[in-house]
């Protein structure tokens, strides 16, 4: 069922874990909100949703951490309402449009929780909106404490891989076999192994050449519109993806042109290496996601060797790649 139509029936049906949730009125007036609304039009998987399968919005990510949340703390408002804002201050393409420009999602979500269209909402409720805030900046079970994976990690390893065909078991079977306490996610050692792989399966996708490439090419196209129009930054960040697409295609910068019709109409163009070549540019990435279930206490790698094996390879992927286009002619 759409959004808007569970919207007014007072529930959601979340379809990849199959649970209906009870909205309560101030949950359905903020899943109505611009500043929620905004994040159906921002991509989860950054630019590389622009030539993969794994195509779902922050919105849909929202909703899965929200729905877990309610799942197992259905009596914890305030949290309940805290993952559906944990996100709401993302800029367009998740992290590849913020990076070039050293700006920093967590505060834009901080501002709109404080300010805009949130606040009076929360307020409206009995909500501090200064409380939501500092319990973002907290270890829960949306964030885990690590090493404990949390619902906001959780919800886009198996949501990512599901999309990719790399979740070995249905997410909806996968949260049956859970407990959440207030550290993150407990489960089975079998179950354990599952997420396990998600999360190394997820990072081998979004941390390979081609992806990495992805989100390198569009953070430079904004780099280079951004020097060219420095005032135009403080859009940014109030941004949808396709309006970014928009002011990219249309810059009055011919390179920043070029990049955006490479990523949006040929992106098999784009050549990756593991060594330098000729107009190449040196991507790594920064970090990697290695939070991960307890199994009886336990962090998963301590007591199972495919989870200590999954977190080594996961290390690993940390390496520098060279990306570069063929120099054909663009269109």
Known sequence: ?????????????????????ELHPLEAELLASPSLRRLKHLHHYGASALCTPVTHSRLEHTIGVWALTARFF????ELRVAALLHDI???PFSHAAEKPLGLNHHRFTEE?????????????????????????????????KRPQIGFDHLDSFLRDTEAAGTCRLAPSLIIGRLTAGSNGIETDEETAGVI?????????????????AMDALLSKAVLLHAEAHPDWTRQL????????????QTSQVEQVRQLAHLLIWEPHRIRTSKEPFEGSIRVMPHKVYDNQPFVGGLAASDILPGA??????????????????DPLPFA
């Not at 109030?238 to 990219?248: C, S």
């Open 112 to 144: 709109r929780i404080a300010g805009g269209d949130i606040s009076p909402i929360l307020r409206k409720y009995g909500f501090d909106p200064q409380r939501l805030i500092a319990l973002l900046e907290q270890d829960t079970p949306l964030t885990g």
């Open 196 to 212: 396990m792989d998600a999360v190394l399966a997820d990072h081998s996708q979004f941390l390979s050449a081609p992806m990495m």
């Open 74 to 77: 259905p009596d914890e408002p």
């Open 1 to 21: 069922m759409f959004l808007h139509q569970t919207l007014a029936l007072g529930h959601v049906t979340e379809p990849l874990y199959k649970l209906r949730v």
């Open 237 to 248: 960040p109030g941004m949808t993806d396709f309006e970014l697409l928009y002011v990219l």
């Open 308 to 325: 200590a094996g999954a977190l080594e390879s996961l290390r690993k992927l940390v390496s520098a790649h060279y990306i570069g286009w």
């Open 89 to 91: 201050g993302h800029l």
